[in-house]
T-cell receptor, first 114, second 114 residues
Framework: GENVEQHPSTLSVQEGDSAVIKCTYSDSASNYFPWYKQELGKGPQLIIDIRSNVGEKKDQRIAVTLNKTAKHFSLHITETQPEDSAVYFCAARGGGTSYGKLTFGQGTILTVHP | DGGITQSPKYLFRKEGQNVTLSCEQNLNHDAMYWYRQDPGQGLRLIYYSQIVNDFQKGDIAEGYSVSREKKESFPLTVTSAQKNPTAFYLC?????????????FGNGTRLTVT
């Protein structure tokens, strides 16, 4: 089945700096890669997603890039703000027998210092 | 507002007791999922259901059971056979299988078994 590795596990930045979180996946047939943000005591919320026929997608201060050859994708947050502090999860939808299921990375705790 | 409701938010049980976690959605979604979240391990899939009266085991189904008698409800029972039941449990739903549409999560139930 699919395996997703996420790094770093914790990330601390100053307000206004950029933050980058990276994920690798194992199933070359995977074709859907969402990113979720989880605030304390709440469920994860989708913030951006990308499909395998696209190399990059942006939404205001958030962008995701995908390198299918290397099987990795990254979340980029620019001009970080304290409210960006949360746990971020990447995920991948595997192909074959795992079709339809999402496999999540281990999560990154992002802290933005004012 | 449409969404997913998980209840209760906190649940305490004695070891050896079965406990059922509630999940209700009014999004008219076909698919529903249960994930378990432990620190540093991301989200792991317990069970999922693509349609009423049908469900499949996820990656860590041992010690859990589910039912899907109604489209809007997908309760999870944590049985006494689950060796380490203390965790944060998240319910989610999607229009179709996860790969075709994003997951919408509830705000979770934190289960503590002593």
């Amino acid at each position: 089945g699919e395996n997703v590795e996420q790094h770093p596990s914790t990330l601390s930045v100053q307000e206004g700096d950029s933050a980058v979180i990276k994920c690798t996946y194992s199933d070359s047939a995977s074709n859907y890669f969402p990113w979720y943000k989880q605030e304390l005591g709440k469920g994860p919320q989708l913030i951006i997603d990308i499909r395998s026929n696209v190399g990059e997608k942006k939404d205001q201060r958030i962008a995701v890039t995908l390198n299918k050859t290397a099987k990795h994708f990254s979340l980029h947050i620019t001009e970080t703000q304290p409210e960006d502090s949360a746990v971020y999860f990447c995920a991948a939808r595997g192909g074959g027998t795992s079709y339809g299921k999402l496999t999540f990375g281990q999560g990154t705790i992002l802290t933005v210092h004012p | 507002d449409g969404g997913i409701t998980q209840s209760p938010k906190y649940l305490f049980r004695k070891e050896g007791q079965n406990v059922t976690l509630s999940c209700e959605q009014n999004l008219n979604h076909d698919a529903m999922y249960w994930y378990r979240q432990d620190p540093g391990q991301g989200l792991r899939l317990i069970y999922y259901s693509q349609i009423v009266n049908d469900f499949q085991k996820g990656d860590i189904a041992e010690g859990y059971s589910v039912s899907r008698e109604k489209k809007e409800s997908f309760p999870l029972t944590v049985t006494s056979a689950q060796k380490n039941p203390t965790a944060f449990y998240l319910c989610a739903s999607s229009i179709q299988g996860a790969g075709n549409s994003p997951l919408h999560f509830g705000n979770g139930t934190r289960l503590t078994v002593t």
